[in-house]
């Protein structure tokens, strides 16, 4: 890589909070809210925490950011984290969180530049949620947690830098009204199952981020109606479902965040993760004869195959149970939410690793 391509730009405006963020909002480098001026030594302070705790250099390339193909190096992230109101100490959160969004399997192109309302969604996972105070329980969006806040932030003023440009990028049909703050954590604590990332093979004391093409969440409220856990169980499996969920038809890996009480009703009633997922996909179902005609150009040929014309066939949320991804995260209550995601695209998670691979270490 030559510096050309993997230096941040300098711009030299005048030393006026008002006049800098008059000049990014007209370039089009924000998101609509007043930025912290991301002057050289308020960088140089981030890049210099990432290469103590991390060993990356500011010159490093974590990821390589479509459409455009951006290179996304520490100094360019920290310059989008500095704009956020980002602290120094957040920034493994939000490396792996560009890294995430960067593998292909993820199709960032594919979230950045269709008309889906969709947005990555990084849950985070392990130690580091208590050691930022990322919010995990009440109003987990809440004006009081800063980190949280901040690290969805800063993802997104990356992808609009790095990646894209908003209007002639990203062109979802009315946006993603959870942009600003769309970055949660497992309430691992009130988990009465596995959390996810030790469901998905990393040990209990790794911090990691998964990143899902989400689009926005859909309140499930029960409203204390369900006694029994088969109750909450169809309760769940019939709201989830519906025409314009895209991933009703049978692909997608769909997002079903628990409250705890919702959580600890299922698991004290005798039901295991896995068995959650099993009954929402066996039950979670649309029924073929409800589709509009016109609508099923948007499900899969496989689908249709199964289908075979039957106005009995039910469509799943889920092409099988272990593409339905549950987390546990709130407070007190008997809401959870159901979040559609993007087909094209794949949920992806990351160990938060220092630059030579091994675990990176909560500083305590």
């Known amino acids: 890589m030559t510096a050309a391509l993997t230096e941040a730009p300098v711009f030299h ?15 089009d480098l924000t998101d609509g809210l007043p930025i912290v001026p991301p002057t050289q030594a308020r960088v140089a302070a981030v890049t210099d925490y990432v290469e103590r705790a991390l060993g990356w250099k500011a010159s490093d390339v974590i990821a390589t950011l479509a459409p455009k193909q951006g290179l996304a190096t520490v100094e360019k992230i920290a310059a989008n984290a500095v704009m956020a109101g980002c602290k120094p100490e957040y920034m493994p959160v939000l490396l792996a969180c560009v890294k995430a969004i960067g593998e292909p399997e993820f199709n960032l192109d594919a979230v950045q530049t269709s008309t889906h309302n969709t947005s990555p969604l990084p849950i985070v996972n392990g130690p580091v949620r208590t050691a930022i105070d990322l919010n995990r329980g009440y109003n987990y969006t809440g004006s009081r947690w800063h980190s949280t806040s901040t690290i969805g932030r800063a993802l997104q003023l990356t992808m609009i830098n790095i990646g894209g440009t908003p209007g002639s990028i990203n062109i979802h049909t009315q946006g993603h009204i959870a942009r600003y703050e769309h970055c949660i954590a497992e309430n691992e604590e009130e988990n009465p199952w596995q959390p996810l990332h030790v469901e998905r093979g990393y040990p209990a004391e790794t911090s990691t981020v998964t990143v899902i093409p989400a689009c926005p969440a859909a309140m499930i409220d029960d409203n ?5 856990a088969q109750d909450l169980l169809r309760t769940l499996a019939l709201s989830i479902p519906y025409i314009g969920n895209r991933n009703t038809n049978g692909e997608g890996q769909p997002l079903l965040i628990l409250c705890p009480q919702h959580a600890r009703l299922l698991a004290n009633g005798g039901y295991s993760k896995a068995e959650v997922k099993r009954f929402i996909w066996e039950h979670g179902r649309l029924p073929f004869a409800s589709i509009p005609r016109g609508n099923l150009t948007n499900f899969s040929e496989k689908i249709l195959q199964q289908s075979a014309g039957s106005p009995d066939f039910a469509v799943p949320i889920a092409e099988k149970p272990e593409d339905i991804v549950i987390v546990v995260m709130g407070g007190k209550g008997t809401h959870s939410l159901s979040v559609q995601t993007r087909l094209a695209s794949q949920n992806v998670t990351v160990p938060i690793q220092r630059k030579d691979g091994t675990p990176w270490k909560v500083e305590v």
Not at 224 to 228: A, F, H, K, P, R
């Open 224 to 228: 204390g109606g369900s006694q029994t």
């Open 13 to 27: 405006l005048d030393d006026s909070w008002e006049i800098i963020n008059e000049w990014f909002l007209s370039h």
